[in-house]
C-alpha cells in the first residue's frame, strides 16, 4: 500500500515558480520487471503528473526487446534501447537516462525498482524550497517487496562513512536518524538510488559514465561539493527501494557480464585519481572532459573540514565530532587492517556554567588541614553558608578572624558555616572559633559554584543554591546569616509523626516566576487540544475519566524549561529515584476548568506497552487562584497534594494516581515524563511491535554541563565532584575491554589443562569490570532472533537464512560497543590463538553478542560445515577456521556448552574464553538455558592460504594486514 506524504509549510516566496516547475525523472533499467510497474506509480502518484517526464535506459535481454510503454505514457516518456550485452553497467546506463533530458527545471534519479509516495512531486518541491536553492537531496530508500508491500514505519536516513577499502577509497553506509527532523538536515554525501536536483545541477555535474557502482556515491558527492551544491537529506520518507535481501535476486549486470570485474577495477582507479588518491602516471593524460572532474567552487580541504572526513588521506579530520556519524568513524578508525588513524583529539570542552540560584549543589568532598576529609553531603538538614576565601587575598586573614566573632550568629540562625581556602597556603586560615576550613588547592570547587573570586553561598537545606554574595565584608556575613534564619523560620515547627504516603518526590521552586507565567501566557495564546487517555493510535478523549485542555510548548520555553529543571529537578531525581533522566517527552502546559468540570480519573501512567519505557512523571504546578484539584495516590490512602507555585512533583509511572475536580478557577499545571537511554530503545521497540511509527517526542534532556555526577557506585560519592588524594575520581574514561582483560598475566588469566586435544579454555581471560559492563549493555539492548543457515537454498554468493526450531538464540547488536568489542577480539586472535595453535590468521568475522533466554539453546553442530546426506559426507560451507566464545556473565541456570563426539562438557564462567576449530570433529551445543538469561560474545576466524568456499571475505569482516 502506497503511503501519502505532506508537503511541509512554504517559507517565503524566492521568486521560484514551483507550481509551473517540471521534473524529469531518470531510470537506468538492466532488464527490470519493475520498470512498468515504477513508471505507472510515478504517474499514478504523483500531485500533479502533467509536470512529470520520464527517461529510460532500458538495457533488454535476448528475448525481450524494445520497452512496451504503454500508449498513455506516450509522449511523456523517452526510452533509449541498448541491447543487454552493450551495456557498461549502473553508472554507464544513468549517465544515458541522463541525456534523454530536455528543458526540465528539476532531475529525480531512481532505480526502475521504486515504489514513490502518494504526493512525491510536490513534498520533494516543497522540501528542496525549505533545504536552499543551492540544495542536493539524497537519501536511501526505504525497502519494498513486490508487489507493493512497504516496508513499516520507516525513518528517514543518512550516508555516512563506513571503512575505507585497500585501495585507499571510502565505502558508505546508511545511517538513520532517531525520529523525524522537523526540516532537511545537511549532509555531505549521496545515494545514487535517490537524487532531486535542480537540472541546472545536473547539467553542470552529471553522472560520470566511466564508472561503475560503489564509488559513484562517492564521486559525485565530492564533485557537488566542489561545484558549490549542498547535500540535505530529508526530513521524511519519499521513496522505497526493491532491495536483493530475500535471495530471488532480478537481473543483475554484474550477474551476467563476465567482464565486470575490469570495468570495476578501471570506475576504482577513475576514482581514485579524480580524488587525488592516486597520481596519474607519466604517460598518462587528464580526462578530457571537464563535466566529469572537480569543481573550482569549493575545494577537497574544504569538503574535508566540512564532513570531518579527508577522502584523499582515508582518515577522519578533527572536524569529526561536529559530524553526525563520528562514532561511526571511531569504531571504523578500531579496526585492524583497515589502516584509518583515529581522528586528532577533539578541543577541550568549555568549562561548566557557575550554579545560580535554584541549582543543586555537587556533593564534593574536599581535604582539612587536619588530615580529615569535609563531606558537603553530611552538611544537608540545615542551612549551609559557603564563603570562599582565596588565601593571597589582603582581606582573608581579617575576614576569617570577623567569622570567628559572629560564629554565635550563626548558631542563633540555626546555620552552618564552611570555609573554602581557594588556592595554595590556605591551611593558614584555620584558627579556633571559626569555621572549619577546606582546601580547595586548585579552586576547581570554587569555579564550580561561580565563585572565583571573593564569594558567599548559601545553600538551603537540601543544598540548593539560594543566594549568592560578592565580596568578604560585615555585610555579607549579616546577609547569609539573615537568609539562614529565612530558611530555618520557613520550617521551624515541630516534627510530627507522618502518615504512610507515597513514594513521590516535592521540589519547589523547580522554575521561577517570570518562566511559570509564560508557560500561562502560552497556554492562553496557543492552540488547544483536548488532553487524551491512552497511546498511540489506541488514544482517546475520553471526557468521563479526564477534562483537560492541553498545549504544546513551543521551542524556546522547552530550552528555557530545559535549562532551568537540568540543574534543578534532575539531580533530585537520581538521588531519589537511582537513575540519571537522560530522555524526556515533549512539555504540555494543561488546564483543569472549574466550569468544564476539569478532572483526571485514576490512571496508571506506563502500564500499556507504548509507554512502558516511562520512568518517573512530573506535574509542576503554575498557579495558585484555584480550588480542588488536588493530586491524590488511593493506593496509599485519601490524602492529596497542592503544591505552591512553581513546584514539581515527581513520582513512579507505576503509581495510581488522579487529579479531584477542580471547583473553582482554572488550574495550570506543566507536565512531562522522563526516562532514559534504555528506556528510548525499548520505546521504540514496543512501538514497532505495536505497529506504530517511531516517537517523534523523544528529546534529549540533561547535558553533562556541571560535572556534578561521579560513575562511582558508592551512594556517597555519587555526587563526588572532587576528593582528596587519598580518595581519587573514579576515572572519567572506563576501562577498555583490552585494558581489562587477562592476556599476558598468568596469575589472572588461567589455561585449563584437562581439556581435549585442539580446545582451548581460558579461565578469567576477560575482567570482571568488562564482563559487567558488557552485560549491562546486553540486558539494555534490543536484539532479534537469530536464524540458521539454509544449505539448500544457499550457493557460493549468496547466503540465505532461515528459522530453525533448532536455534533460540537473540543477536544484540554492538554498536554501543563496537570499538572495544573489535579491538578484544583482535587480541584474543593475535595473542591467545596464533600462539596455541600455530597459524596465521587472514581476518575475523564481525563479532556478535548472543542472548539465551530462558528455554534458549542451539543444538549440535558445526560452525563451518554440514551433513549432507546424499554425498553421506560432511561439506564445507562457510570459511571458518576456528571458533571462539568469550562469556561474560553469571546467574543464570544451564546452559553449558557440551562437544558430543570428544565427550566433554563445561559450564561456562564470566570472563572464560573458548576456542576450537570450526569443522565437525568440535561439533558443540549449548545447552537449554533453563533460567536467568546467559551471554555469550561469538566470532569465528579463517586461517591465511585456507582455501576459500565463498570469493570475498564476510561483509563487516576485520582483516589482518598480511606479516
Known sequence: MA????????????????????????????????????????????????????????????????????????????????????????????????????????????????????????????????????????APPAGYKAPDLLRSNPLPGYRRPHRVDRRGLLELRTGFFDGFPEAPVRGAFVVSRFVFAPAEAIRAVPCDPGLYLDEEDLTLSVRLFTHGWDVYAPADVFMWHLYNDDGEQ??????????????????????????GIEPLKAHEQPDPDDRYRLGTARTLDDFAAFCGFDVRAGRPTPAADRCPWVEALREVASINGYWIAPPDPPPAPAPPPPLAPGDCAPYVTLPLPSGKRGELHLYAGAPLALFFVPADAPAADPF????????????????????????????????PGAPPVWLDADGAVARAFGAEG?????????????????????????????????????????????????????????????????????????????????????????????????????????????????????????????????????????????????????????????????????????????????????????????????????FPCALMHRVDPVTAGLRFTLVSFFHNEAGARLRRQMRRTAGLPPPKDDRRFIAPRRGVVSHHEDIRHRYAMLRDPEHPPAPQRPVTLVEARGAGNPEVARRRTDTPPGVLVVDDYLHPDACERITRYTLDAPGRPLRVLDHDRSDGDTLVMRTSDKRITEKVRIDGIAP????????????????????????????????????????????????????????????????VLVY????????????????????????????????????????????????????????????????????????????
Not at 537481473?251 to 577513475?270: G, I, N
Not at 566573632?405 to 573554602?420: D, L, N, P
Open 454 to 650: 571573593e564569594r558567599a553561598v548559601l545553600l538551603d537545606r537540601n543544598l540548593r543554591v539560594v543566594d549568592v554574595a560578592a565580596g568578604l565584608s560585615q555585610g555579607v556575613i549579616g546577609r547569609m546569616v539573615d537568609g539562614g534564619r529565612a530558611l530555618r523560620d520557613t520550617h521551624d515547627r515541630a516534627p510530627r509523626t507522618i502518615a504512610p504516603h507515597p513514594p513521590v518526590l516535592v521540589v519547589p521552586d523547580a522554575i521561577d516566576d517570570d518562566l511559570r507565567m509564560a508557560l500561562i501566557d502560552a497556554w492562553r495564546a496557543g492552540e488547544h487540544f483536548q488532553g487524551r487517555t491512552g497511546s498511540g493510535q489506541g488514544s482517546k478523549v475520553r471526557l468521563n475519566r479526564k477534562v483537560r485542555t492541553d498545549v504544546q510548548v513551543d521551542k524556546a520555553l522547552r530550552a528555557r524549561i530545559d535549562a532551568a529543571l537540568v540543574g534543578r529537578l534532575a539531580p533530585e531525581i537520581e538521588k531519589v529515584f537511582g537513575f540519571r533522566p537522560t530522555r524526556r517527552e515533549t512539555y504540555k502546559v494543561g488546564c483543569y476548568p472549574a466550569d468544564g468540570g476539569g478532572f483526571f480519573g485514576q490512571h496508571r501512567d506506563n502500564f500499556e506497552p507504548a509507554l512502558a519505557h516511562r520512568r518517573v512523571a512530573m506535574t509542576l504546578n503554575l498557579n495558585a487562584d484555584f480550588e480542588g484539584g488536588r493530586l491524590v495516590f488511593p493506593e496509599y490512602g485519601p490524602d492529596g497534594y497542592a503544591p505552591t507555585p512553581g513546584t514539581a512533583v515527581v
Open 3 to 138: 503511503r501519502r506524504v505532506k508537503a511541509g509549510p512554504r517559507p517565503a516566496d524566492d521568486g521560484l515558480d514551483l507550481d509551473a516547475a517540471r521534473i524529469f525523472v531518470r531510470i537506468p533499467a538492466y532488464r527490470d520487471p519493475e520498470t512498468l510497474p515504477t513508471l505507472e506509480r510515478l504517474f499514478e502518484r504523483a500531485e500533479r503528473p502533467e509536470r512529470i517526464t520520464v527517461g529510460v535506459c532500458w538495457q533488454y535481454g535476448p528475448d525481450e526487446g524494445p520497452l512496451p510503454v504503454p500508449i498513455r505514457y506516450a509522449g511523456r516518456v523517452r526510452v533509449v534501447d541498448v541491447p543487454a550485452e552493450e551495456s557498461r553497467g549502473p553508472a554507464w546506463a544513468r549517465h544515458r537516462a541522463e541525456g534523454l533530458l530536455r528543458d526540465e527545471d528539476f532531475v529525480l534519479g531512481v532505480d526502475a525498482h521504486t515504489q514513490p509516495a502518494i504526493g512525491w512531486d510536490a513534498a520533494l518541491l516543497d522540501t528542496w524550497r525549505r533545504a536552499g536553492p543551492r540544495a542536493v537531496l539524497s
Open 400 to 431: 576569617v578572624t570577623l567569622l570567628a566573632a559572629r560564629s554565635e550568629h550563626f548558631e542563633v540562625a540555626g546555620t552552618r558555616a564552611v570555609i573554602v581556602g581557594v588556592g595554595p597556603g590556605a591551611e593558614r586560615l584555620s584558627r
Open 820 to 883: 572495544e568489542m573489535l579491538a578484544l577480539f583482535t587480541d584474543v586472535y593475535g595473542h591467545r590463538l596464533e600462539p596455541f595453535y600455530g597459524v596465521e590468521f587472514e581476518w575475523f568475522e564481525r563479532p556478535q553478542i548472543l542472548r539465551y533466554g530462558p528455554g534458549g539453546k542451539y543444538h549440535a553442530h558445526a560452525d563451518a560445515e554440514h551433513y549432507d546426506r546424499e554425498a553421506k559426507r560432511f561439506v564445507r560451507a562457510q570459511d571458518r577456521d576456528y571458533s
Open 888 to 963: 561474560v556473565n553469571d546467574g543464570y541456570e544451564g546452559g553449558a556448552i557440551a562437544f558430543p563426539r570428544l565427550d566433554y562438557e563445561v559450564r561456562p564462567e564470566p570472563g572464560m574464553l573458548i576456542a576450537f576449530p570450526s569443522d565437525h570433529r568440535f561439533e558443540h551445543a549449548a545447552r537449554p538455558t533453563t533460567a536467568g538469561t546467559r551471554i555469550a560474545l561469538v566470532s569465528w576466524g579463517a586461517v591465511r592460504g585456507t582455501p576459500r568456499v565463498r570469493p570475498r571475505p564476510p561483509y563487516g569482516a576485520v582483516i589482518f594486514r598480511p606479516r
Open 250 to 275: 532480478r537481473p543483475l549486470h554484474w550477474k551476467a557480464y563476465d567482464d565486470w570485474r575490469s570495468l570495476r577495477a578501471e570506475a576504482r582507479r577513475r576514482a581514485r585519481r579524480l580524488l
